[in-house]
C-alpha cells in the first residue's frame, strides 16, 4: 500500500483547497533513477540537486524560485522518478556504491526505519544542519529518521494524519446520520465501531454501492494508528504473534467477506472510476486524499464529501529529505533541506499544494486552523488533521514494513473479496511474507 501512496499525491496540484487560495504525478518523472553528476555549473552558480518520487510541490509551490532568489549563486534541479518501489531500489543501490547520489535524496516513511538501520553512516546528521531544531517538528516524526545514538539523517516534509471521508448523501439515503461530530462519536476509539456503521450502511445501501472503497485502505488506516504493529522496540519481526496485526487484518477480512467493502485495487484505472461513479460511501482520508477525491470525481459531488475524525488518530505517508556524505554539495544540500522543510515553507507547501505539514508550530497558523475544502462541504479539515497529527502514537517502523503491509493486502486480503477464506486468506499472506523476509 505504501508504494502507491506518493503516486495519488498527483491530484493535489487539482486540490482546489477553497480558503487556501489554492492555484500522489508531474510528467517530469525518470522511473529509472539517475547517474548525473550532481556537482553542475550554471553560470558560476552551484547547482544542488534532489532526488524525489512523486510530487513534494516544492516546484510547484515556487519554493525553488524563493529559494534561489534569496541565494542568488545557487541554482536548484529536481531528478524526479514517478514511483517509489522504482525510485528506492535504485537510493539503494548509490547509497551502497556511494555514486550516483543527488545532493539531497527522499526517503518514503515506509523505508526510513531501512534506511537508518542500514545506510546512516552513508547520511549526514542533518540535526546540525543550520536553523534546525528538533521541535519544529511532531516528536514521532523526528524520531522516525532518529539513530539510536541520537543522529538524525532525515528532515521530515508531510505527514498524513488520518480522517473519514464520506458522502453525506450515500449516509443519507442508507439511513445514517450525516453530522460529523455524530458519526465521530459512534466510532470513537474502536474500528470495530466503524464497521457496525458499514454493517447498519449496507442494510440499505444504495444499489450497487459499498460502505468503504478497499480492505487495503481500510487496514492501513486501522495499522496506522497501532504504536507496534509488525516489529517490536528491539527490532524484532513480531507480526504474526501481534495480536492488534491478526485482529487488524480478520475484522477488515470479515468486512469484506460481508461485501462492506468494494475490491478494486486503490488508485488504479478502475478505482478511479468507482470514485467517479459514486460507488462507495466512505474512504480512510488523509489529506492527500480530498486531492484524489476530487480529481477523479463528477462535478456534482463537489460539497457532498465531508469529513469525521476517525476512530483513532494515525499516519499514513509523509517523507523525509536525507543528505549524502558522498554528494558533491554537502554543505549547500543540508542548508537547502533545512530551508524546505522550515515550518514556514511547510505552511506553503500545505497552501498551495495541500500536503499537511509535519511542523506542530504551524497547526496554530490562520492557514491550518482556517483551512476548509470545497470537496468537503467546508469542513473544517485544518484542525481535523491537526488534531489527529498531535495524537498519533510515535509508531515503530520497521525495515521491511513496506514488504508486510503490501503482502497483508495484496496476498491476503484481496483473496477475501475473490471468495477465500479470512483463515486462509491469512495462511497465505504470512507464508508469502516470510518468504520475503528470507531473502
Known amino acids: 500500500m505504501r508504494a502507491r501512496i506518493r503516486t495519488a499525491r498527483k491530484a493535489m496540484v487539482l486540490a482546489a483547497v477553497a ?42 509551490a515556487g519554493l525553488y524560485d524563493e529559494y534561489e532568489k534569496l541565494n542568488p549563486k545557487i541554482k536548484i534541479e529536481e531528478n524526479v522518478t514517478q514511483r517509489n518501489e522504482n525510485y528506492y531500489p535504485s537510493l539503494v543501490n548509490h547509497l551502497t556504491t556511494g ?24 547520511l549526514e546528521d542533518v540535526s546540525k544542519a543550520p536553523g534546525v531544531k528538533p521541535d519544529n517538528w511532531l516528536d514521532w516524526k523526528w524520531q522516525q529518521a532518529t539513530t539510536q545514538d541520537g543522529r538524525t539523517i532525515g528532515l521530515g516534509t508531510d505527514v ?5 471521508c ?35 450502511y449496507q442494510k440499505n445501501a444504495p444499489e450497487g454501492t459499498t460502505f468503504m472503497d478497499t480492505p487495503g485502505g481500510l487496514m492501513s488506516a486501522i495499522l496506522g494508528s497501532e504504536k507496534v504493529r509488525f516489529y517490536d522496540e528491539s527490532g524484532e519481526v513480531i507480526y504474526k504473534d501481534n495480536p492488534v496485526v ?15 467493502v468494494g475490491s478494486l485495487p486503490q488508485f488504479q484505472p478502475d478505482w478511479n472510476t468507482s470514485v467517479a461513479n459514486s460507488k462507495f460511501a466512505a474512504v480512510a482520508c488523509p489529506p492527500w486524499m480530498l486531492g484524489t477525491l476530487k480529481e477523479h470525481s463528477k462535478p456534482e ?50 497552501k498551495v499544494q495541500g500536503n499537511f505539514p509535519s511542523a506542530p508550530s504551524t497547526y496554530t497558523t490562520p492557514e491550518v486552523t482556517g483551512a476548509t475544502n470545497e470537496m468537503t462541504a467546508d469542513a473544517p479539515i485544518g484542525k481535523i488533521f491537526a488534531e489527529a497529527a498531535k495524537t498519533t502514537p510515535v509508531q515503530v517502523i520497521g525495515p521491511k514494513d513496506q514488504v508486510i503491509g503490501s503482502s497483508l493486502n495484496d496476498n491476503g486480503l484481496v483473496l477475501v473479496t475473490k471468495g477465500t477464506s479470512p483463515a486462509k486468506a491469512w495462511e497465505t499472506a504470512t507464508k508469502t511474507i516470510d518468504n520475503n523476509l528470507e531473502k
Do not use: H
Not at 40 to 58: E, N, R, S
Not at 246 to 257: G, H, V, W
Not at 302 to 312: E, L, S, T
Open 99 to 122: 555514486a550516483g547520489l543527488m545532493d539531497i535524496q527522499a526517503v518514503e516513511v515506509a523505508n526510513i526505519a531501512e534506511v537508518v538501520n542500514t545506510q546512516a553512516d552513508k
Open 160 to 164: 498524513g494524519p488520518v480522517a473519514i
Open 246 to 260: 491478526k485482529e487488524s487484518f480478520m475484522l477488515t477480512a470479515k468486512a469484506a467477506q460481508d461485501g462492506l
Open 301 to 350: 459531488a463537489k460539497g457532498k464529501w465531508d469529513v469525521a475524525v476517525a476512530p483513532k488518530s494515525g499516519n499514513w505517508g509523509g517523507a523525509f529529505l536525507t543528505v549524502p556524505k558522498a554528494g558533491k554539495n554537502v554543505t549547500e544540500a543540508q542548508k537547502l533541506a533545512a530551508w524546505l522543510t522550515a515550518p514556514e515553507q511547510q505552511v506553503k507547501l500545505f
Open 166 to 200: 464520506y458522502r453525506k448523501d450515500l449516509f443519507e439515503k442508507a439511513g445514517l446520520p450525516t453530522d460529523r461530530e455524530e458519526l465521530a462519536k459512534r466510532w470513537a476509539g474502536d474500528w470495530e465501531k466503524l464497521v457496525e456503521v458499514g454493517q447498519e
Open 19 to 60: 480558503s487556501l487560495g489554492a492555484g500522489l504525478l508531474a510528467g517530469c518523472a525518470d522511473d529509472g533513477g539517475s547517474d548525473n553528476d550532481s556537482s553542475g555549473d550554471a553560470g558560476g552558480k552551484t547547482v544542488v540537486k534532489l532526488g524525489l518520487f512523486g510530487t513534494f510541490g516544492f516546484k510547484e
